[in-house]
């Protein structure tokens, strides 16, 4: 069995916004394993985003416990959780966030430059397939291509975890394809723990794990036996 890397016990989030209570998490008991890709599918506003961000220290719980590894982070303050979110976790979003006026190298370099233990630039950029195009601007590469940039720029620092909130969103099918491979790529490689939200059915077939919420909970939770291979899902 491999080891826990998260687990939730009864995690629930209520958004106040004055007049309306926004129960975006509704008691959330999960687990997710050391080197396991997990998918995290259901409708929109059925909270992946929210648990994403409070296993990613981004936000906190209203209720109950959420541990990464023994640290438990909902015992954290503000100080303890950017801590643990630079010692431990990268994140890749729907927009990429890459700086316009840097290249590829400089975009990552921002995060080497400031991380403990990096790998070179060159090293995450040819991970995700991309050590031919270190020194181009954002400006000159497609969706998909900028979107491995900020993997490569997430991924450097060695975050034990990665967090991706709908990292294919913005992309079509071969480019979503290609950003599918570095992450696969790197769960394999460097055996990050990785969780990925989306709204694409399809990719749940590469994952080992797959989490579907509904109303604020888990639903259900698929072991996969086998995965298929990141080139074998279009949509
Ligand atoms: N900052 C906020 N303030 C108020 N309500 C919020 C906030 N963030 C999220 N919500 C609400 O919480 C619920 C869960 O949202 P969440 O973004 O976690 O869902 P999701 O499953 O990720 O949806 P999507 O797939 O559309 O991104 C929704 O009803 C949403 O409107």
């Keep these: 069995m491999p080891e826990i890397v998260f687990r939730t016990q009864g995690v629930t989030k209520v958004y106040d ?14 687990e997710l394993f050391a080197g396991e890709l997990s998918v995290l599918l259901g409708p929109s506003g ?6 994403l961000n409070i296993l990613g220290g981004l936000d906190h719980a209203t209720e109950g416990r959420v541990w990464f590894r023994d640290l438990e982070l909902t015992a954290l303050g503000d100080r303890g959780l950017t801590r643990y979110r630079r010692d431990h976790v990268g994140f890749v979003f729907q927009f990429y966030n890459l700086v316009p006026s840097l290249s590829a190298r400089e975009n990552v370099q921002l995060v080497t430059d400031i991380a403990r233990d990096p790998m070179a630039a060159e090293e ?18 497609s969706g998909g291509e900028q979107q491995r940039v900020a993997i490569a720029r997430a991924i450097a620092k060695r975050p034990e975890v990665l967090l991706c909130d709908e990292p294919t969103g913005a992309l079509d099918s071969k480019t979503g394809v290609q950003v599918l491979e570095a992450l696969k790529a790197i769960n394999d490689t460097l ?14 077939k590469m994952a080992h794990r797959v989490i579907y919420f509904q109303d604020g909970r888990v639903a259900r939770v698929e072991v ?4 298929i291979a990141p080139s074998e899902i279009s949509w």
């Design 191 to 204: 055996g990050t723990t990785t969780a990925v939200i989306t709204h694409n059915a399809m990719i749940r």
């Design 224 to 227: 996969n036996e086998a995965q």
């Design 124 to 141: 995450a950029l040819e991970m995700v397939g991309l050590g031919h195009r270190l020194d181009h601007f954002p400006a000159e590469m």
């Design 46 to 51: 059925s909270g992946k985003s929210t648990l």
């Design 17 to 30: 916004t004055g007049e309306l209570k926004v129960h975006a998490l509704a008691g959330i008991d999960l």
